[in-house]
């Protein structure tokens, strides 16, 4: 059993910046990969990016790409989504969640799931 807090969201300003983590704490974190993802009122979960277990490989939607950065501390049992350059539509519900071996980008492939953290993107 592996359980996932988020924290970091809240209110910033179209091209300002958040720092989302997300703490796990259970079975042996760095043997999981982990997720990010969002859901916007209305709207199904989506993929914002995901981690390898090593940090080794990361992978990003397209919507995102170049302006979020994904990373993971083990050692710290964090992962963390550095969010830049961010946009009115960045504004939702962000969830990390974590699934064994290798990343995936599709919710049901993940086994455990944080409580998500509010982003608001003000124009």
């Known amino acids: 059993q592996v359980q996932l807090v988020e924290s970091g969201g809240g209110l910033a300003q179209a091209g300002g910046s958040l720092r989302l983590s997300c703490a796990a704490s259970?079975?042996?974190?760095?043997?999981?990969?982990m997720g990010w993802f969002r859901q916007r009122p209305g709207k199904e979960r989506e993929f914002v990016s995901a981690?390898?277990?090593?940090?080794?490989?990361?992978y990003y939607a397209g919507s995102v790409k170049g302006r979020f950065t994904i990373s993971r501390d083990n050692a710290k049992n964090t992962v963390y989504l550095q969010m830049n350059s961010l946009k009115p539509e960045d504004t939702a519900l962000y969830y990390c969640?974590?699934?064994?071996?290798?990343?995936?980008?599709?919710?049901?492939?993940?086994?455990?799931w944080g409580q998500g953290t509010q982003v608001t993107v003000s124009s």
């Open positions: 259970g079975q042996t974190f760095s043997s999981y990969a």
């Open positions: 981690i390898s277990w090593s940090g080794g490989s990361t």
């Open positions: 969640a974590a699934k064994r071996t290798v990343l995936a980008t599709l919710p049901p492939q993940y086994d455990y």
